[in-house]
């Protein structure tokens, strides 16, 4: 424990710190609480047996250094000098009561109740003090002090030159001096301590004691609130129950509105759906009478030069040799290129619930310009692709972003044919840097769109266009799907600048095998042979496909539609079943039922061939069934390629 040395007078310094941890229960300590805590009346017996076992001086205090009842056991030279003094002493400012230094104010007190433990001083006599702080909650309350002795034998001169200055003997002072036995500093730490922890005891002591007189008088106070409650609620029970018995009633009354009103909400919730999927079918259907006609031209373009191909294959094999690769090349991307055109205007066409996948945004672009490639050439329109060729993949339903890129495609050669050639449209695809969004854009050098209407444009059944030629529905519904995408859309345009359509599209595909890439079917020779159920009422599918498998080394039985099936599967089992969809007597769908009845380990072994992808019974039954299925028109490699997956499973 530190110890002052030869020091100042008036010099304190710190004891261990010992904090007074009384349980507060957060109460604050006003006055009342302070002063029922420092009651000097409840404290004398405590501070006299104090004062009695250790032969110090102790008295209590405020927190200003005021004296709270009387100073116990007052040392010898300490009493002498303070009361016996002929010279008029000025008055004690606040501070320590012990010091017998005014000049110099002790603030040992302030100290202890600053740093929350105990504080030693010494003064100009020699004579050592300390105080203890009393603290509540943080707050400071007072201190008991304790000491007015010597640490070690005092220094004759300057206790013979204070009693000069305060006009006593010094021969006097100092003969009382002697007679006092100096306090060792060690032991005195002990009565530090000690007092600290008898101060902490009754300080505690006194409060659990104020508490509990506290929670009495609470229990009174509550029980007679509790008798009171007990009489009001004697009273109030009738008017209770009457009360809960109206309530039930209301209760019962509103749940039927509840009940009326949340089967009216979901029905209107089911025709707003329903209204949201008409409108959605109609601008298909809108977009779908636009493309026709391009999709008219796009198909008999190649299927002029299919012709013109067989007459110069009929006319080659009569008149002498003739360049069969070459021929059968040009005759193949002329069938390629209707098929292409067909698919992407089926896959706009269709009606279903989106199926979400891996995609490739540049191959919806591309799909989407072939339905509009003519159109756009017929106006003069000059596209300017600018794809980025690492782009990364989508997670989205391929139809619906398709129908968006149609849709902007169609609003930009509109707003072209207004303007003067040249006429340009541009169309970009990029990746951020950090490869989570990728972005479309869709920019042309129309006329724009004035300012005072831009923020209406995405509002249904709003159109720029003269009436008559548009719905109004199409940029409210890209929204919809980009948004269900978790992407935006927005639109940049100046009067006259042209206008920018920009996309963003999150980014979060699953590892999965790129839609644009598919393994290579085996080839005819290294298949396995099977017999095989050819069913299609169509004669010249049998012609094509019979050879066809053939050469491959199956075993083929023709049937014109379901009936004959059944029939021949009557007479032997096949392994493989390819069964078109729409025929007479008995279709597709038929024809699996009752092979469900008869046959239903054959189920697994049907492949439908269908050339039906919009009827909503085509829909609705593949929906039902698992069955591997090809879309007319397919090539050579598929046909092989499914019927070999058959013979694997």
């Not at 102790?58 to 010898?76: M, S």
């Amino acid at each position: 424990m530190p110890w002052p040395g030869k020091l100042t007078p008036e010099q304190e310094h710190a004891h261990d710190p010992s904090e007074l941890a009384v349980p507060s229960a957060g109460i604050a300590s006003p006055s009342a609480l302070r002063a029922a805590l420092l009651d000097p009346a409840l404290w004398r017996e405590s501070l006299q047996t104090y004062a009695h076992a250790t032969r110090l001086a102790v008295a209590l205090t405020n927190a200003h250094g005021d004296l709270l009842g009387e100073c116990l056991n007052l040392q010898p030279t300490w009493h002498l000098m303070r009361t016996q003094t002929t010279v008029l002493a000025p008055p004690v400012p606040r501070g320590c009561p012990f010091s017998l230094a005014p000049s110099q104010p002790c603030t040992c007190i302030v100290a202890a109740l600053a740093e929350g433990r105990v504080v030693f001083a010494r003064d100009r006599t020699q004579l050592v003090h300390f105080a203890v702080p009393l603290i509540l909650d943080d707050q400071p309350l007072g201190a008991v002090l304790a000491g007015q002795v010597f640490d070690q034998y005092p220094e004759q001169m300057v206790l013979e030159h204070v009693a000069k200055h305060r006009g006593l003997s010094p021969a006097r002072v100092w003969q009382q001096a002697r007679l006092e036995t100096p306090v060792k500093q060690t032991t005195l730490h002990v009565y530090a301590e000690l007092l600290e922890n008898l101060s902490y005891m009754f300080l505690q002591t006194r409060y659990h004691v104020m508490q509990q007189e506290e929670r009495l008088a609470e229990m009174t106070r509550l029980r007679d609130q509790a008798e009171q409650a007990r009489h009001d609620a004697t009273r109030a029970e009738e008017a209770l129950h009457q009360a809960n018995a109206e309530l039930e009633q209301r209760v019962a009354e509103r749940t039927a509105d509840l009940l009326q009103a949340h089967g009216e909400l979901r029905h209107q919730m089911a025709e707003q759906q329903r209204m949201q999927e008409a409108l959605l079918q109609r601008e298909k259907l809108a977009a779908l009478g636009t493309l026709l006609a391009n999709v008219a031209h796009e198909l008999n373009n190649p299927l002029a030069v299919a012709a013109m191909q067989l007459d110069n294959l009929h006319e080659a094999r009569r008149v002498g040799p003739w360049t069969a690769d070459l021929d059968m090349e040009i005759l193949r991307e002329a069938v390629d290129r209707c098929t292409n055109v067909v698919q992407s205007f089926l896959a706009l066409a269709r009606q279903q619930p989106p199926t979400r996948r891996a995609i490739a945004l540049n191959t919806v672009v591309h799909d989407a310009l072939v339905l509009l490639q003519h159109a756009l050439e017929v106006d003069g329109i000059t596209v300017q692709l600018d794809l980025a060729a690492d782009l990364p993949q989508l997670w989205g339903d391929v139809h619906q972003l398709q129908h968006v890129v149609v849709n902007l495609l169609t609003n930009a050669q509109h707003a072209l044919r207004q303007m003067m050639p040249p006429r340009q449209l541009r169309l970009t695809t990029l990746a951020k840097a950090e490869q989570t969004q990728a972005i479309l854009e869709v920019a042309d050098t129309g006329p724009g769109i004035p300012e005072e209407v831009q923020h209406r444009l995405f509002e249904p059944f709003f159109t720029t266009k003269p009436q008559g030629e548009g719905s109004g529905l199409g940029l409210s519904l890209c929204r919809s799907i980009v948004q269900g995408h978790g992407g935006t859309i927005h639109v940049a345009s100046q009067s006259g600048q042209g206008t920018t359509v920009c996309i963003t599209l999150p980014v979060t595909v699953p590892e999965a095998q790129s839609p644009e890439s598919a393994p290579a079917p085996a080839a005819p020779a290294q298949a396995e042979r099977a017999s095989i159920l050819l069913i299609d009422d169509e004669a010249a599918i049998h012609r094509a496909l019979i050879p066809l498998l053939q050469r491959s080394g199956h075993d083929i039985t023709s049937a014109a539609n379901g009936q004959e099936g059944l029939d021949a599967l009557a007479e032997r089992s096949y392994e493989v079943i390819l069964c078109d969809m729409r025929m007479p007597d008995l279709d597709g769908a038929g024809f699996y039922r009752e092979l469900e009845r008869y046959h239903p380990h054959l189920l697994p072994r049907v492949v439908f061939l269908t050339g039906d992808v919009l009827s909503t019974e085509a829909r609705d039954f593949f929906a039902q069934v698992d069955n591997l299925r090809l879309e007319k028109p397919f090539k050579a490699t598929a046909v092989r390629q499914v019927i070999q997956q058959v013979l694997k499973t």
